[in-house]
């Protein structure tokens, strides 16, 4: 029997290979497609700011919030209507449901195997895939998201440790989210510490302890802190833990995007905001390219940015809170956004760099 051979193949089953299944299905349903899995399922929050008749998963999006709070060092709250993006809030659980539970049943062109691939070999045909039972595949092409690992010398982590927790009563404003809030002061010469709410309903909410640091995740560490927030904001009242959500965003310079009939897809292809570590959107625009047979490119001068704010974290941690505060002080937050978007004009960036701590920006410009 002749081998079967996908038009393409797909590894990995998180944000970035799901989104691609999705587009290019929407782009020719006929494509047979082999989606490999090794089956990892952590639970993650996908947030993302876009127009508020959000194009990136509408059906799936669970909460959206038209105001966002940045709050400074020294506790002033800057509240901003982000008018007409809005933030969103797709949890994994839902997105994993939805894909594995209605969309691929749905398709028969797709093929679904959960397996640990090992291998990749280009030939002159296609791809050969390996897998670590020993099973081979072939495709025409093949999408590959799995994780690469970064060799930089000075690489920080932005580490999440988060609960969903229940207040016994009705005590938070559920239309605002909580980009940053560095009012606890936590940071110190090794860490950036800042805290990001999502309040989902007016008792219930994610708060989350986010850490900028080149260490390992600490959770002892992090819980005390994430405790002591809990104890400057809302010491009186009274709440349950429904879950826990920790995670670790390695921030670095993309690595090096493979192309051809392999290619990278997700935070492997670089498509993570190496400053940010945003992700979900970027992924998504991606995707719909590809299906297109199009390249998805941002101005070179995004790439610029990234790399000097990245070199201010890893050289200057004590620093952040004061550049975040200045920003968000003098800069308008909807501009911020469209800015970490790579979205503005050049003129926009020349203004909103201008607001900066010139001479530290100038600093590591001249490294
Ligand atoms: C806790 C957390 C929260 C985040 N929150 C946001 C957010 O709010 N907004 C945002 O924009 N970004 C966010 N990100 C960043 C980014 O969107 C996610 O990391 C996203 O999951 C990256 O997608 P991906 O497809 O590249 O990787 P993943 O989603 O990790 O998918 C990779 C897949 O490959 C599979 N795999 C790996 N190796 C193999 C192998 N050898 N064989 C077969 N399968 C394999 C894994 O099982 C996994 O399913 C967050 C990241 C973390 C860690």
Redesign the pocket.
């Known amino acids: 029997m002749p081998t079967l051979v996908y038009d393409i193949a797909i590894?990995?089953?998180?944000?970035?290979?799901l989104q691609l299944l999705y587009e290019l299905t929407q782009a020719n349903p006929e494509q047979k497609i082999l989606l490999?899995?090794?089956?990892?399922?952590?639970a993650?929050?996908?947030?993302?700011w876009e127009n508020k008749d959000a194009s990136c998963f509408p059906f799936l999006i669970e909460k959206s919030w038209d105001s966002m709070l940045f709050k400074t060092s020294k506790g002033e709250s800057i509240t901003s209507e982000i008018n007409p993006l809005a933030y969103h809030y797709i949890s994994?659980s839902k997105f994993f449901t939805y894909f594995f539970e209605d969309f691929i049943p749905a398709n028969t062109h797709i093929t679904h195997l959960n397996?640990?691939?090992?291998d990749l070999q280009e030939l002159p045909t296609g791809v050969k895939i390996s897998?670590k039972n020993g099973q081979i595949f072939h495709a025409k092409k093949v999408a590959d998201?799995?994780?690469v690992k970064s060799t930089e010398a000075n690489l920080i982590f932005q580490h999440?440790s988060g609960k969903f927790i229940e207040f016994e009563e009705p005590i938070l404003d559920d239309t605002c989210m909580t980009l940053m809030d560095f009012s606890l002061p936590a940071s110190t010469d090794e860490m950036a510490v800042f805290h990001y709410i999502l309040p989902f309903s007016k008792t219930i909410a994610l708060i989350e302890t986010t850490v900028f640091t080149r260490s390992a995740f600490d959770k002892e560490a992090y819980e005390g802190i994430w405790q002591a927030y809990m104890d400057l904001h809302y010491a009186s009242k009274q709440f349950k833990i429904l879950s826990d959500?920790?995670?670790?965003?390695p921030m670095g310079i993309p690595p090096v995007k493979k192309e051809g009939t392999i290619f990278s897809?997700?935070?492997?292809a670089g498509?993570?905001k190496a400053s940010t570590?945003?992700?979900?959107?970027?992924?998504h625009q991606d995707a719909i390219h590809r299906a297109q047979n199009r390249t998805l490119v941002s101005p070179k001068r995004f790439h610029f940015y990234d790399k000097m704010l990245l070199k201010i974290m890893q050289k200057e941690m004590n620093k952040i809170p004061e550049v975040m505060d200045r920003l968000f002080d003098r800069v308008s937050t909807p501009l911020i956004l469209r800015f970490l978007d790579n979205k503005t004009t050049l003129s926009e960036e020349v203004g909103l760099l201008s607001q900066l701590d010139i001479p530290l920006f100038i600093k590591h410009l001249l490294r």
């Open positions: 590894i990995g089953a998180g944000a970035s290979g490999l899995d090794s089956g990892d399922r952590s993650k929050s996908w947030c993302f994994s397996t640990w691939v090992s897998s998201s799995r994780p999440f959500e920790n995670g670790t965003i897809i997700g935070a492997a498509n993570m570590g945003y992700a979900f959107t970027r992924m």
